[in-house]
């Protein structure tokens, strides 16, 4: 067995859950629990019923999320996973296996070669196109002329516990991905990417809303350069 954790994140995810349930790999993990931001829709007694641990977080947001699940888990590594439809279940053993091979961080990329992303055949792939502009800043600016990391913000990934410990994460909500994977950048890591197919929401709402969601990217870029300005003073 893995040792390493299965991490589920949701928030009012019941319909994904119960169509994606069956594909998760739950035997393969030393550690299989939820980190959940409140659900109200079912997604707490579905957990319930299957014996899986569920955490509630104390404050809302995905970066919150990603901190209580490494103060929570035992485990040496940590998948992170959530089950709207989004993310492929065939691709979790595959980051793990990442990590084993001595990957630093795991992103399955919805860019590049082999790659799917939910835009892809839309005429305009707005968010598409913002998501690979900030890719290529966050390459720009943090990447030391290392290795292209395609797909910087996806949530689908992995790490050790204890580097998102040391990596010291501020962000509360969504933009956690593209800090962690800007701090990974500035300390040279080694960052796998395994091409992943995204698929379509399931049930329920997203929670991520496009414009306010792509301004709190900025912001991180905005801080995380900051940082690097003080630390080089
Ligand atoms: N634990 C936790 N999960 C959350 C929170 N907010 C959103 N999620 C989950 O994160 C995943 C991605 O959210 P979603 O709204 O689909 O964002 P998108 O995939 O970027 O459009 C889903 O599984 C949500 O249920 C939160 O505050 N806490
Ligand atoms: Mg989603």
């Given at each position: 067995?893995?040792?390493?954790?299965?991490?589920?994140?949701?928030?009012?995810?019941i319909e994904?859950l119960?169509a994606l349930?069956?594909?998760?790999?739950i035997g393969?993990?030393?550690?299989?629990?939820?980190?959940?931001?409140?659900?109200?829709?079912?997604?707490?007694?579905?957990?319930?019923?299957?014996?899986?641990p569920?955490?509630?977080?104390?404050?809302?947001?995905r970066g919150?999320?990603?901190?209580v699940?490494?103060?929570a888990?035992?485990?040496?590594?940590?998948?992170?996973?959530?089950?709207?439809?989004n993310?492929?279940?065939?691709?979790?053993v595959?980051?793990d296996?990442?990590?084993i091979g001595?990957?630093?961080?795991?992103?399955?990329?919805?860019?590049?070669?082999?790659?799917?992303?939910?835009?892809?055949?839309?005429?305009?792939?707005?968010?598409?196109?913002?998501?690979?502009?900030?890719?290529?800043?966050?390459?720009?600016?943090?990447?030391?002329?290392?290795?292209?990391?395609?797909?910087?913000?996806?949530?689908?990934?992995?790490?050790?516990?204890?580097?998102l410990?040391?990596?010291?994460?501020?962000?509360?909500r969504?933009?956690?991905?593209?800090?962690?994977?800007?701090?990974a950048?500035?300390?040279?890591?080694?960052?796998?990417?395994?091409?992943?197919?995204?698929?379509?929401?399931?049930?329920?709402?997203?929670k991520?809303?496009?414009?306010?969601v792509?301004?709190?990217h900025l912001?991180v870029?905005a801080?995380?350069l900051?940082?690097?300005?003080?630390?080089?003073?």
């Amino acid at each position: 067995m893995r040792n390493s954790a299965l991490v589920l994140l949701t928030l009012n995810e019941i319909e994904g859950l119960e169509a994606l349930w069956s594909r998760l790999p739950i035997g393969e993990f030393a550690e299989v629990f939820a980190v959940d931001g409140g659900s109200t829709d079912g997604t707490l007694e579905f957990f319930a019923a299957r014996g899986i641990p569920a955490v509630i977080q104390p404050i809302r947001g995905r970066g919150v999320a990603f901190r209580v699940a490494a103060e929570a888990s035992h485990a040496e590594r940590l998948v992170f996973f959530s089950p709207d439809g989004n993310e492929d279940p065939d691709d979790i053993v595959r980051l793990d296996d990442l990590l084993i091979g001595g990957a630093d961080l795991a992103i399955a990329r919805r860019f590049g070669p082999g790659a799917v992303n939910e835009e892809d055949g839309e005429v305009l792939r707005l968010r598409a196109r913002v998501n690979d502009t900030l890719s290529r800043v966050a390459n720009g600016l943090f990447g030391n002329g290392g290795p292209r990391v395609y797909d910087t913000i996806n949530g689908f990934r992995a790490l050790r516990r204890s580097a998102l410990l040391e990596l010291a994460t501020t962000v509360k909500r969504f933009p956690i991905e593209y800090q962690i994977t800007i701090r990974a950048l500035q300390r040279g890591w080694t960052i796998g990417e395994v091409p992943t197919k995204e698929g379509a929401r399931i049930g329920g709402e997203r929670k991520a809303a496009s414009w306010p969601v792509g301004m709190d990217h900025l912001k991180v870029l905005a801080t995380e350069l900051a940082n690097v300005r003080m630390l080089a003073r």
